[in-house]
């Protein structure tokens, strides 16, 4: 009996040394919770099993897209040539940092002092793209600045929205933390009212692992207890999901922003059905920006091919951005055999380049200066023949 035990322990010790657990062991420490009992535990929890995905997931822009205002993370913002921008009613804004804050300073003429100041507490935004927003809180208010950072050009500039003369703060609505946090509880988080009060100590940042797999605690506790059980337990599978199940967890954010409806978005799980939560945009033009899911519909190869999801393109834990040669090859593995009838003016292998081009967001614009309109440009996903 004694042997046997001891024995066990010798297996159990040589197979956890062969694979690829770290020795590290991180406490399961609390860093926000649902009000429906649900902890949120972060993903150093997950290192000592998935480290290669958690490292992975690093890099993305769903861990990237938003997080805390802190002194390591203001200074790519202060490289710019020009920490100011002027708008058309001759007020400059200005951005600085005084004892680890970051500030936004409007100043009219001659610029001496300051005659509205705010701190900038949360950024909003990866800058793998676009670049970055931001919020300010007051009391238990939450607002979006006036000022946002444009990477492409590394420039200050009026946030996309906002009129061109001074506006103190735009309230932030659930719906912009629904995309862009893991988590946040407003303060009537049970009713589809918005409303811009938060509690401000429970808001997770970044789109972590729990956004996307749910409940993750007891799963963490029983393969601590079982090192050996090679089954993934007490968590959900996308496996066992259905297509449209696989889908409506990537839609909750990426079929446009919707109407919340009798529940906050911020209580569906993977595997609920999105329409008990969200009236997602069905009309005809679905816009580039934030409704993937909307285009990919409209297309041939969704409508035609059996089981098609964003997974038969996209890893969900890499950052896959320019990976032509692995986009293309999803499009050759159905598309095998050269499929043109008419001569092409350049060479065929980037299918995605003609047949998913960047099209501009009607919805999203950006002022580069006080004079000029940017468009936004985004691939558009109704895979689909283009004729310019
Ligand atoms: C003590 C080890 C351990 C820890 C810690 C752990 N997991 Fe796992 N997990 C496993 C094992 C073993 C499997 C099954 C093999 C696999 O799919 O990698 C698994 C599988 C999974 C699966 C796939 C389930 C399926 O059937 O599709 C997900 C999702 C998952 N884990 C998420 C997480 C997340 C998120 C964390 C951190 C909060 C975490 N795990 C922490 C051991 C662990
Ligand atoms: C319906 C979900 C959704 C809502 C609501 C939403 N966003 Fe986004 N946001 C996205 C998606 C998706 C992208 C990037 C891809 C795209 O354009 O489709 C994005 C991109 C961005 C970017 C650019 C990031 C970069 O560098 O590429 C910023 C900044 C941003 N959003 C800020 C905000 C702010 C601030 C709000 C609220 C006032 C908001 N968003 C509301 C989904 C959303
Ligand atoms: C944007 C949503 C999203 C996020 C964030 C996310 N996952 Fe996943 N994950 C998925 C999807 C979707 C699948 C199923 C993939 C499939 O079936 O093609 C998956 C599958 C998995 C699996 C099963 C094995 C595999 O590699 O496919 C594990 C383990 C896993 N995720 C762990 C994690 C961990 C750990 C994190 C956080 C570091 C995380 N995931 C973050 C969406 C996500
Ligand atoms: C909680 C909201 C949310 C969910 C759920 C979500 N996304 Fe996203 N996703 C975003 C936001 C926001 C961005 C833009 C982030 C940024 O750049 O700041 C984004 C960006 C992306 C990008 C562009 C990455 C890049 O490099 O710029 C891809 C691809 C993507 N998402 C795919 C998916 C897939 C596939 C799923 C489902 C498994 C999914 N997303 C689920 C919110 C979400
Ligand atoms: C899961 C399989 C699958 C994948 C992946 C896929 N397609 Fe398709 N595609 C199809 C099917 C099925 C059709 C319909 C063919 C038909 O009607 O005979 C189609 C149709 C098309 C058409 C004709 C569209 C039209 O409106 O007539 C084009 C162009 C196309 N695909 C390009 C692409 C490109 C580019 C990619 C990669 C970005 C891609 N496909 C990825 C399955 C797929
Ligand atoms: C047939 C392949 C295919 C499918 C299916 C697919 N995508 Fe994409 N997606 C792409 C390609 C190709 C790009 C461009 C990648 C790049 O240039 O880095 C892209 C880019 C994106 C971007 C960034 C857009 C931008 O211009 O910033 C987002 C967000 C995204 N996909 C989300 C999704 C979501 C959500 C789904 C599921 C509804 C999905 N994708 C399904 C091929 C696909
Ligand atoms: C230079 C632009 C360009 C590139 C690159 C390109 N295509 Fe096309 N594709 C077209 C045009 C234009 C048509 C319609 C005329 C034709 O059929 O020749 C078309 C037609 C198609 C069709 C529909 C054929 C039919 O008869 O319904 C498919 C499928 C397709 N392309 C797939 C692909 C795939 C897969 C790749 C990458 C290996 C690719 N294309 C690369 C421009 C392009």
Redesign the pocket.
Known sequence: MRLAFFYGLLITASLTACNSYTSEYIPIEKIGMHPNGTVFTGMQSCNQCHLDIVTAHKQT?HWLTSSKINSATVIPFLNSDKNYFDLKDQTRLSFSIKNDTLFQEAYRRPYKSPFFTKSIDIN??????????FLSWEENSLF?LQG?YY?PNSKWINSPGYPSFFQPKRP?FP??L???TTFSQSENWQSAIPTNRYNKENIVFGIDCQRCHGPVVDHVKHHRKNPIDSVGRKILSYKNFTQQQRIDMCAL??S??GKNINQAAFSFTPGDALKNYLATQTNNEPDV??N?VGLLKMSQCFIKSEGMDCMTCHDPHSNERNNVIKFNSRCIECHPSQQHTSLLPENTWDCVKCHMPMKASKI?KIEINSDSISQVL?RTHKIAIYKE
Request: charged share 15%; hydrophobic share 25%.
């Open positions: 822009a909003i935004g990866s800058g793998t793209k676009i670049g970055n927003s979006q946002s990477k932030i719906r912009c629904e995309c862009h954010c990426h446009g922003v920006h934030s993937q999203m985004v």
